[in-house]
């Protein structure tokens, strides 16, 4: 095909341009002022136009045959779907155009990609293989997606930097502007070019989305943060005016969020019709080419169309008319192509119905191949919930023997930052964020104020002493910490984030059950977010009341993948956090407020390479009739009980489990089997606390060594008040612990 006829397909879709505009450099010129685009018109470009026209005809009919192939996977798929050969199929049909037009512009292994799963198209224009796809789809053990543990069109690909994909809507948007900043923060932080590689200066991160995802909150906080720091991600809003059987002015208010995001700054934002390839593809270039410039992050709304159903679970003929839909099947983006490829000499009839019919064959014999490939083992099942190659409940990380102390004793606060301070110095890839943790966001202000550190003062000086590069104040959004910290960690950077209360968690609890817990496992340990989350948890402060005061560990010990610490003294809380930080597992490090400052649980200072493994547990009193497994504030409370039940002849072992997933097994059976009786004793709720699983395997695995029912002392089945009395009566306290002594003993 002729140059001239190429800019004839760039002027329709653009309207009148240079002649010879038509190059990555020329097409791609973005606004100089992105702020002031229209949010709903394809912008013009702009600049010097030198260059030759770089679409060839060999390039048109590869565009085509991407778009045809994505087209006949779906359909296969459905074919196999039909056969029962395959489990689930959700299609990427009507969404070709903008899919192909964006992996043109984008760099597979240099860029990174976080899609979801209407991009089948995006992934083949990347790289990925019919037989890689249709391997993920019957769920085979050699699929390079998640190795037979994702459903179909759920995409990962390592060699692409395709970062593994989970099922819930807009969860990996914040994980995209964490990727993205962590290449911001790595050209902050000058110690990091010599530790984290696949990083590049002008690298692009790559995020798309429903028109129905942008309800999600994280939508509007992945955009507040991406624009706040100018982060060079490309949001692809691929609108096909449904989720499910919502459509989008039901959803969205205005029916059109290009509109509702106009007030974004330093957001370079266009709209184009996603059917149409050229304008697609004009319209990519810009947006790639101003995030490759820094200029900040770059917003496509492409209307597309979704010819097929949600997925194979829903059937559109229920909620939409024959006549929208066959309004729909006028825009089709491979008709439309094809078309055009005819009408403009490119390609005859005749030729592409041999491009199809080559396609028809390859996803034969791939699927053919795809069906001989065996499922993964049953007994793969348990690899990769944790790190196949860091143990941290291994001696390696047992320091604590011989460990000299030295200086004045400190207290909890004082020896979690000591900790802090130490492993940042030692390692640049630790950084540190969340709510108000800074000692003073705005720098020039440091030297004229004492500065915070956290709430508690956890984090005070770490910003003074490492910069604000690594230790920086984040938005009230608990959602976004977690999110963008494991993007972050995918990248190779080892976050340390502060959610500032754990009544405070559940805005994350998404990103953490979902997506931080289960990266590892779902790409068959392709990718992973090795991370720390330290959360001030507990009651016993008076005043705290029901939001201040919260202790649900159970919801997290039963996730697997999560590693949950949870230390008793200032001592335990140094070398737990050490090595909570240097394990390759997600941590949930809880912090009891109550025993930050308390005089009885201070140390003096470990050296800088002390350590205590995970699932070891320490026996802090030795006791012969009765033994109490505890953990956290109950701990000292235990104590003191035990001393008072001494006094009436009854000697009282009592075991610290330190972390609570995984906990130390070995340490309750063998003091179990020395006492024959047992308490376990908590500051969680009785009922479905976590007391309830150490007493069920109790009495499963130790039932013939016991002489008395296993005994709970936990909060009461409600919540915690806010005046002092009634705070007391419902948190267990000394005199509980001690009425249950009695009580067993007796028995």
């Known amino acids: 095909m002729s140059d001239l006829k190429v800019l004839r397909l760039v002027k329709k879709s653009e309207g009148d341009l240079p002649e010879k505009a038509f190059t990555a450099a020329a097409v791609a010129a973005p606004e100089p002022t992105p702020a002031a685009v229209p949010a709903i018109k394809p912008v013009p470009a702009r600049g010097k136009q030198t260059e030759k026209p770089k679409l060839s005809r060999e390039e048109m009919l590869k565009m085509f045959r991407t778009m045809y192939l994505s087209r006949r996977l779906d359909d296969k798929e459905i074919q196999m779907k039909g056969q029962n050969r395959i489990f689930f199929q959700i299609s990427g049909a009507g969404h070709e155009a903008i899919l192909v037009a964006a992996g043109m512009c984008l760099k597979p292994g240099y860029d990174w990609f976080y899609p979801y799963y209407r991009d089948r198209a995006l992934c083949l224009e990347l790289g990925m293989t019919p037989l890689e796809m249709l391997l993920e789809s019957v769920g085979a053990e050699a699929d390079p997606n998640s190795h037979g543990r994702q459903m179909p069109s759920h995409w990962g690909h390592k060699k692409l930097n395709i970062v593994s994909q989970s099922s819930p809507t807009g969860t990996q948007l914040l994980q995209a502007v964490g990727c993205a900043e962590a290449g911001y923060r790595m050209k902050l932080i000058k110690e990091l070019k010599k530790r984290i590689k696949n990083f590049r200066n002008d690298e692009v991160v790559y995020v798309s989305l429903g028109d129905g995802t942008t309800s999600e909150g994280e939508f509007w906080e992945a955009l507040n943060t991406a624009c706040n720091l100018k982060l060079p991600v490309v949001f692809l809003l691929e609108d096909n005016g449904y989720a499910i059987s919502v459509p989008v002015e039901v959803q969205t208010a205005g029916g059109d969020v290009s509109k509702l995001i106009s007030g974004f700054p330093n957001l370079y934002r266009q709209r184009c019709d996603g059917t149409d390839l050229i304008e697609s593809l004009a319209t990519m270039r810009r947006a790639v080419d101003n995030c490759r410039k820094g200029r900040g992050p770059s917003f496509v709304h492409a209307k597309v169309i979704r010819p097929y159903s949600h997925s194979l679970s829903d059937d559109e003929k229920l909620y939409r008319s024959e006549v929208e839909r066959v309004a729909d099947a006028e825009h089709d983006p491979i008709k439309r192509f094809g078309a055009l490829l005819v009408q403009e000499g490119v390609a005859g009839q005749d030729e592409l119905q041999q491009l199809k019919g080559e396609v028809d064959r390859e996803i034969i014999e791939a699927a053919d191949a795809a069906l001989l490939s065996p499922q993964p083992a049953p007994e793969t099942a348990t690899d990769f919930v944790y790190s196949p190659t860091v143990d941290p409940t291994s001696a390696e990380f047992d320091t604590e023997g011989n460990a000299q102390l030295s200086g004045h004793p400190g207290t909890m606060v004082d020896l979690i930052?000591?900790?802090?301070?130490?492993?940042?110095?030692?390692?640049?890839?630790?950084?540190?964020?969340?709510?108000?943790i800074a000692d003073c966001s705005r720098e020039e202000s440091l030297d004229q104020v004492k500065g915070k550190g956290g709430v508690f003062r956890v984090t005070a000086n770490l910003q003074r002493e490492f910069g604000s590069a690594r230790v920086f104040n984040s938005p009230l959004a608990e959602a976004n910490i977690v999110g963008r910290a494991i993007g972050m960690a995918t990248r190779g950077l080892k976050p340390v984030v502060e959610i500032q209360f754990f009544d405070y968690i559940w805005p994350a609890f998404h990103q953490i059950r979902n997506e931080l817990a289960l990266l590892r496992w779902r790409s068959g340990n392709e990718f992973s977010a090795p991370l720390v989350m330290r959360v001030p948890v507990g009651g016993y402060l008076k005043g705290g009341a029901i939001y201040h005061s919260q202790s649900g560990v159970s919801i997290f010990t039963q996730i697997p993948g999560l590693r949950v610490v949870f230390a008793s003294n200032a001592l335990d809380a140094n070398g737990l956090l050490r090595t909570s930080i240097r394990c390759d597992d997600p941590v949930l490090f809880l912090e009891h407020k109550h025993l930050y400052r308390q005089t009885y649980n201070k140390s003096p200072y470990p050296p800088d390479d002390f350590m205590i493994p995970f699932g070891k547990a320490k026996t802090v009193r030795e006791g012969t009739d009765l033994s109490i497994i505890t953990y956290g504030a109950l701990v000292q409370r235990s104590l003191v009980?035990?001393?008072?039940?001494?006094?009436?002849?009854?000697?009282?072992?009592?075991?610290?489990?330190?972390?609570l997933n995984p906990y130390d097994w070995n340490a309750i059976a063998e003091s179990v089997k020395k006492t024959s009786r047992v308490i376990v004793a908590h500051e969680d709720s009785v009922s479905f606390g976590y007391g309830a699983e150490i007493a069920a395997r109790i009495s499963s695995e130790l039932f013939e060594y016991i002489d008395a029912p296993v005994r709970r002392v936990g909060a009461l089945d409600t919540f915690v008040g806010y005046a002092p009395q009634l705070e007391d009566a419902i948190l267990p306290q000394v005199a509980d612990v001690l009425g249950a002594i009695g009580e067993l003993s007796g028995y």
């Open 641 to 659: 009980a035990a001393r008072q039940a001494e006094q009436q002849g009854i000697s009282v072992e009592i075991i610290d489990l330190r972390t």
């Open 417 to 436: 930052n000591r900790c802090l301070h130490t492993e940042m110095k030692r390692d640049p890839r630790v950084i540190a964020f969340g709510e108000d």
